[in-house]
């Protein structure tokens, strides 16, 4: 099946600083969405972006399917951020798969 | 916005028990998914369904089982509990808009297996 990698596995940012979150996966997909988990385990949807750029805010998100990777920006970060970011792709098989996550923590 | 309901919330329950996760959304959604996941962990898919009478398995070995026997409900049925089930488990769904397609969450069940 379809594999999924985000990097980095953890970050730790002070208020105010930009990141950028990767994923990158093995086929072509028919659709990949971000989602934030935030502390008390609820998942939000973010973006839904199979190619492109979308933004919403300060988060902004690209994915070059032809390449096999998605990118999140998350521009003047606040401690509201903090939570694990996860990639899920949807495959051929209809089958969605989710990433490891990548868990941020902002610091006041 | 989808709506998704789980129940229980929470539920702790001794080896060997028969038990049902109970998963209802009131959009019509065609494809449903349960998904196991530790805290702060990636989420594993164990179960997902196309509509009414449509089930698959997922990626990750279960001994769980799965119903749809109308769009609205997804059961999830551990037959015999160990304590190896202990996890959170997530329910979803999703739906072609036209324009994009998102999958929804409910809020979880988390279970524990003495």
């Known amino acids: 099946g379809i594999q999924v990698e985000q990097s980095p596995p953890d970050l730790i940012l002070q208020e105010g600083a930009n990141s950028t979150l990767r994923c990158n996966f093995s086929?072509?997909?028919?659709?990949l969405q971000w989602f934030h988990q935030n502390p008390w385990g609820q998942l939000i949807n973010l973006f839904y972006?199979?190619?492109g750029t979308k933004q919403n805010g300060r988060l902004s998100a690209t994915t070059v399917a032809t390449e096999r990777y998605s990118l999140l920006y998350i521009s003047s970060s606040q401690t509201t951020d903090s939570g694990v970011y996860f990639c899920?792709?949807?495959?051929?098989?209809?089958?969605?798969?989710f990433g490891k996550g990548t868990r941020l923590h902002i610091l006041p | 916005e989808a709506d998704i309901y789980q129940t229980p919330r929470y539920l702790v329950i001794g080896t060997g028990k028969k038990i049902t996760l109970e998963c209802s959304q009131t959009?019509?959604?065609?494809?449903m998914y349960w998904y196991q996941q530790d805290p702060g962990m990636e989420l594993h898919l164990i179960h997902y369904s196309y509509g009414v009478n449509s089930t698959e398995k997922g990626d990750l070995s279960s001994e769980s089982t799965v119903s749809r026997i109308r769009t609205e409900h997804f059961p999830l049925t551990l037959e015999s509990a160990r304590p190896s089930h202990t996890s959170q488990y997530l329910c979803a769904s999703s739906a072609w808009t036209g324009r994009h397609e998102k999958l929804f969450f409910g809020s979880g069940t988390q279970l524990s297996v003495l």
């Open positions: 959009m019509g959604h065609d494809k």
């Open positions: 972006i199979p190619s």
């Open positions: 086929d072509s997909v028919n659709n």
């Open positions: 899920a792709v949807e495959g051929r098989d209809d089958k969605i798969i």
